[in-house]
């Protein structure tokens, strides 16, 4: 009796190993299983480049990434977060029309950060009714008050290239018809015939210059950046209506500060060009500055844009037109950002004389 209870406890305990086994088998079986059975993503180089972008919030939102924690107190925000928090200076000025240079979005404000409401296209006008302290001006778009960058308005009418095709088709004669005619002296004793007209040619952006001197002073900026130095054009062709108002306004701003009319005319006139006698009414002088630049200078003669154009102008016929120590016989100050076309024939032999111009013809 007793065998045979030993021998049934035998068998239960047996058959409870082999069943705790079994189990054991099939936890592992299970297992590897479920890890093979996980879906597996693969991401693309492209995935990943494009996965930020995705995430990326502008900096003055606050926003943060999902992965972060989430405080939902509200910062306040910072001073100038905003375009409506920055306060500009506008000065009211008469009504003054003024033309697009380039094409030039129209703001709801004097800055970038806010919202263009409309464009100009180059020739486009406007009315000028202030002037910002940032260098932007209001305007009267469809009788509403908006802005535009000041960078690229003029007083001087933009007159696009058909229009001067079409304006030059009906001449009979050319004014220029070879190398001995750029040589001509335009001064303060010296105006443009009323009949004078030409054909111009853009130089770079919406500066225009007569047709010949447009092709080599083209040739000549792009020599420039070949070597590494950015010429940037500031002024080229004016008509004699701008050169006209261009004048009144100096000798007015000087009549402001005090001087009498004969005195503010007398100062006017050692930089600036009585209509009709200045070569950017020729269209034969390109005013030059460096591109970081916005306005002429004598420190010019001090960079390396200077120093190209010492060397290299007059292989494209240019020459520095108002030189130091010239300035009783030119009758204009010293302009070292100030090129004239001569031609290529010339502007080499005139250079090496060290003459001015009214020097070298006389």
Not at 54 to 70: Q, Y
Not at 310 to 328: C, L, N, P, T, V
Request: hydrophobic content about 35%; some cysteine.
């Amino acid at each position: 009796m007793k065998r045979f209870l030993s021998a049934m406890i035998a068998a239960v305990l047996l058959l409870t190993l082999v069943g705790c086994a079994a189990e054991s088998q099939d936890e592992v079986v299970s297992g590897d299983t479920l890890i093979e059975e996980l879906p597996v993503t693969e991401v693309t180089e492209e995935e990943v480049t494009s996965a930020p972008e995705e995430t990326l919030v502008p900096e003055d939102t606050g926003s943060i990434n999902d992965t972060e924690s989430v405080d939902d107190t509200e910062e306040e925000p910072e001073e100038n977060d905003s375009a409506t928090e920055v306060s500009f200076e506008v000065t009211e000025i008469e009504a003054t029309t003024m033309y697009a240079t380039d094409p030039l979005n129209v703001r709801l404000g004097p800055d970038a950060l806010y919202e263009a409401v409309g464009q100009l296209m180059v020739g486009d006008a406007v009315i000028v009714t202030g002037e910002v302290s940032n260098g932007w001006y209001r305007i009267d778009y469809d009788g509403a008050v908006a802005y535009v960058s000041g960078d690229y308005l003029r007083e001087e009418e933009v007159i696009t290239e058909d229009e001067y095709t079409e304006a030059v088709e009906s001449d009979d004669e050319y004014y220029f018809q070879s190398e001995e005619d750029y040589l001509i002296l335009v001064n303060k004793t010296h105006l443009l015939p009323d009949d004078y007209k030409i054909e111009t040619d853009y130089v770079q952006g919406s500066y225009e210059m007569e047709k010949t001197a447009a092709y080599y002073c083209k040739l000549m900026i792009e020599a420039a950046a070949a070597d590494g130095i950015n010429l940037k054009v500031l002024s080229a062709y004016r008509t004699v209506n701008y050169q006209q108002k261009l004048f009144d306004r100096n000798v007015e701003s000087r009549m402001a500060d005090g001087m009498t009319y004969e005195e503010a005319v007398a100062d006017t006139a050692i930089n600036i060009a009585p209509a009709g006698g200045s070569e950017h009414n020729a269209g034969l002088a390109v005013d030059i500055i460096t591109e970081n630049d916005w306005d002429t200078y004598t420190g010019f003669e001090d960079t390396e844009e200077f120093a190209w154009l010492q060397e290299h102008a007059a292989e494209y016929g240019f020459i520095m037109r108002y030189a130091s120590g010239k300035e009783d016989i030119t009758g204009f100050i010293y302009e070292p950002w100030h090129y004239r076309f001569v031609g290529v024939k010339y502007a080499a032999d005139i250079q090496a004389s060290g003459l001015c111009l009214e020097e070298y013809l006389d």
